[in-house]
């Protein structure tokens, strides 16, 4: 008879279309739970993390199964759930577990394979041999005894190394070892207490008296003592150092002679300070009427749309819910757009909640994403509100209560590349209907198609709240004629007359101004004044853009920059034009303009590190900035107090950008930095520089009319067929080489024409057609509402599958993006 055999299949972290079967003894079989992760090889020599995904009896079929090496988890982390979701996920939108695993664990738990190369030392090596870059190798390694594949990348300057290191190899003199390890170490603080002897006081007053003759370090066990009572917490050695103005040497002696000890305990790298906890706000009659239609709209619906003017109080009431959900003991999820939006929430949620919230986003480290993981698996009191940006709906949540999708409207809830292409809010409605718990989206502004679901299709539930707290009035909005400005000469740079008044009005009043400009940069294109030229990135198909700040031309799709030139390249000539403008130029020119004025700055040359957003909130928010020059960040749902003046330098190159959302966008942006003015007793003020004064969606921000846009815009997509009324699938493909990529899609669309006839768009170059050297071709799929979506995905898949087995085009890259925004 045959032994019976037993088989997992794993979801491996790349993205492979299926799970892979591995086989496990009958005891490993009896232990391994879905979820928990294991080391298996693959391929010829890698060595990956794998995620338990199913059990069963069969072998294999098309090849035979090979042992785990390792079982790495004691219990699953991940759950079930969560597996739940991103098999959905993986259907929806076309991807791969495998990327869907990539983007959700932090990759600290991904434990990586990888090569490590050493010198052989049995093999004897003869110099002379040796090939230049084999020389560099053998060199580098005498030096250091063992160096990683991209190491070596970095020495020879080239990206693919391994051709020399396979002749090193054949050669016999180095040699390559596959190592496991654990990325992730929790970060250790070091205490010390007096040691237990002298908890006597006898022994306590000969160890003083011992140390007449040493006063430093008495001192020292005296600020231990006054510490101790004082803070009542194991003491840092750091506040010991402090309290005591020692050296760490001084400390090191009292350590050796055993009078202190030393230990370590793990930190929580997430900590927050001043929590005074407060009560949350009485609502006021408008607030509780939303708050109660909102609780009945959850009886009959799963979500509900809360459409909420700027400052109406939206965040009030979600606290309100959120402690009703916190009370039955369950996890909430607040989903915030970007993360500029968490430093001012954060605190203000904390205020209510203390350190029940945590805080998940991709600029926090490793270490503090696996620690917010934990904490949700484990329930912990500590995660009871994740507040969070898109990819915090892929964590392992167990009770989740409720989830709050707030400024839903937001385009960077959808992630573009790579994949899994999701959209954060339709995701995160999945996930609350798998805990059967209710979704609630914000927005002053909301989508087109959220509105549309809630008012049209009567998918979502419905709720208003049109008066702003404490009665403050809308703010006034004036358009300034840009072309009549210019005309009659009343423009100083790219301030209009009217814009100059209204600011020196803010500042003299000592009250506070945001100028938004929608590019970050000097001056983004400079061109020559005689031939016309202007420099382009060597890798992709656009000009590159000018940085005052350190005097360089830089692309803003593959980082690629040059020093910036002071002659044509092309003829020479020394007079340069500098064409469009950006934050950087707008912030020159006040400072110009206002020499007394403190000009800051936002965008995202000015953000890049971690805290760099919350110092230059702070600081607006502290009055120690008057301006703030900012791009769309600036939009955020951030509740400044004392801002009188808005300023929107130019609305034409909002409303002529090439998408079909743009005007949807324009609007959505212009009222929401324009909430930004006013907020408090005094009416705010907005002023919208453009070409165009009479365009609509100016007409309708102007007279803060979101049923006209909606309308107007809900025609245009019923007439041009886009969404909500029809999905949309966009299909990319990706080559270094023109002719591939054209050929390529011309085959896919004729393919696709095929099954899906008129509603195949394209192929089509993007307008900018190269990033990164590599040319991109747009293939559109419009789904009609009575059509499957599953078999339309289906056909999809069928046929680039067909296409990838033709030879030309296997090279090419297929991107599939489903809800493509
Ligand atoms: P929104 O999220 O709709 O933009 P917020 O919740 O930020 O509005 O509210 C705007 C301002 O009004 C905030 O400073 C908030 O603290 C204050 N506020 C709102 N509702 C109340 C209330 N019921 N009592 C006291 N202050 C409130
Ligand atoms: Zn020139
Ligand atoms: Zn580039």
């Known amino acids: 008879m045959q032994k019976p055999l037993y088989f997992i299949d794993v979801i491996l972290p790349i993205p492979l279309e299926r799970l892979f079967t591995y086989s496990v003894t009958k005891a490993e079989y009896g232990f391994l739970q879905k979820g928990m992760r294991v080391a298996v090889p693959f391929g010829k020599s890698k060595i990956y993390t794998a995620t338990v995904f199913n059990f069963h009896q069969n072998p294999p079929e098309k090849y035979e199964a090979k042992d785990i090496h390792q079982i790495l988890d004691s219990e699953p982390i991940i759950t079930n759930t969560q597996l739940d979701l991103w098999s959905w996920m993986s259907k929806y939108y076309m991807c791969t577990l495998g990327d869907i695993v990539r983007a959700a664990l932090p990759s600290a738990f991904l434990l990586e394979s990888e090569s490590i190369i050493k010198l052989n030392s049995e093999s004897e090596i003869e110099d002379s041999t040796l090939k230049d870059d084999e020389f560099l190798v053998v060199e580098a390694l005498q030096y250091q005894s063992s160096l990683k594949v991209d190491e070596i990348c970095s020495i020879l300057d080239k990206k693919n190394v391994l051709p020399v290191l396979k002749r090193l190899l054949d050669k016999n003199i180095i040699l390559i070892e596959e190592t496991l390890y654990e990325k992730y170490k929790p970060k250790l603080v070091r205490y010390v207490r007096l040691n237990e002897i002298y908890n006597s006081e006898e022994e306590l007053n000969l160890l003083l008296e011992k140390l007449k003759r040493a006063p430093k370090q008495s001192q020292i066990i005296l600020s231990y003592f006054t510490l101790k009572s004082e803070i009542n ?26 009078i202190f000890e030393e230990y370590y305990l793990q930190t929580d790298r997430v900590l927050f300070e001043n929590t005074i906890k407060s009560e949350s706000k009485k609502l006021n009659k408008h607030q509780e009427k939303a708050l109660d239609e909102v609780i009945q709209s959850f009886e009959k619906q799963n979500v509900t749309l809360l459409k909420g003017v700027t400052s109406s109080g939206k965040t009030e009431l979600y606290v309100k819910l959120i402690e009703s959900v916190l009370s039955q003991d369950k996890q909430v999820l607040y989903l915030v757009p970007e993360i500029a939006l968490t430093s001012q929430l954060v605190t203000r949620l904390q205020h209510y909640f203390g350190n029940q919230v945590a805080v998940y986003h991709s600029r926090y480290s490793l270490q503090e994403r696996v620690e917010v993981w934990n904490k949700v698996l484990n329930k912990s009191d500590k995660a009871k509100i994740i507040l969070g940006a898109r990819s915090s709906v892929l964590l392992p949540f167990n009770n989740l209560g409720l989830i709050i999708v707030d400024e839903e409207h937001e385009q960077s809830y959808k992630q573009f590349d790579p994949a899994p292409r999701y959209h954060a809010r339709d995701t995160a409605i999945v996930l609350a209907s798998l805990f059967k718990s209710k979704t609630l989206l914000g927005s002053a502004t909301p989508s087109i198609e959220s509105y549309f679901n809630a008012t049209k299709s ?3 539930g419905y709720v208003e709240l049109n008066i702003r707290f404490n009665d403050v009035l809308m703010p006034e909005i004036e358009l300034v004629d840009l072309k009549d400005k210019y005309k009659r000469k009343r423009m100083k740079g790219h301030f209009s007359d009217r814009m100059i008044e209204e600011l020196s009005e803010a500042l003299e009043n000592k009250s506070q101004a945001i100028l938004f400009q929608n590019r970050r940069g000097f001056s983004p294109i400079v061109e020559c004044k005689t031939c016309g030229q202007a420099p382009q990135c060597p890798n992709c198909d656009v000009s590159l853009t000018f940085h005052h700040f350190k005097n360089e031309l830089r692309c803003h799709y593959c980082g690629h920059k040059i020093a910036m030139q002071q002659q044509c390249f092309a003829c020479g000539s020394i007079e340069l034009d500098s064409k469009g403008f950006g934050t950087e130029q707008i912030e020159e020119e006040v400072k110009l303009l206002f020499p007394d004025a403190k000009v800051g700055r936002m965008d995202l040359d000015t953000t890049r590190g971690k805290y760099a957003y919350e110092r230059i909130i702070s600081d607006f928010e502290e009055q120690e900035l008057d301006v703030l020059v900012g791009t769309q960040m600036l939009t955020k749902g951030l509740d400044f107090r004392n801002v009188k003046l808005v300023g929107i330098m130019n609305a034409d190159n909002m409303l002529n950008f090439p998408d079909f959302r743009a005007h949807e ?46 309308k107007e815009q809900l025609d245009d997509r019923y007439n041009f067929k886009y969404p909500p009324i029809y999905k949309l699938i966009k299909i990319t493909l990706k080559h270094r080489d023109y002719n591939k990529v054209n050929d390529g899609a011309d085959w896919f669309a004729k393919s696709l024409r095929q099954v899906f006839k008129q509603h195949v768009l394209g192929p089509e170059f993007p307008p900018i057609s190269r990033i990164r050297n590599q040319y991109h071709k747009n293939i559109l799929i419009k789904i009609p509402e009575k059509q499957s979506l599953s078999k339309t995905k289906e056909a999809i898949l069928k046929i680039k599958n067909s296409f990838l087995s033709v030879k030309d085009f296997r090279p090419i890259r297929v991107l599939l993006n489903v809800d493509n925004y």
Do not use: C, W
């Not at 840092?236 to 020692?246: F, G, Y």
């Open 458 to 460: 009567s998918k979502y």
């Open 233 to 258: 917490k194991p003491i840092k050695v750091s506040e010991l150092i402090k309290k005591s103005a020692a050296t760490s040497t001084q400390i090191k002696t009292l350590i050796d002679k055993s």
């Open 665 to 710: 966008r324009s609007f959505q942006l212009m009222q929401q930095v324009s909430g930004r003015a006013g907020r408090t007793k005094e009416r705010g003020k907005v002023l919208i520089q453009t070409f165009n004064p009479l365009h609509k969606i100016l007409q309708q921000v102007s007279l803060n009319d979101y049923e006209s846009m909606f």
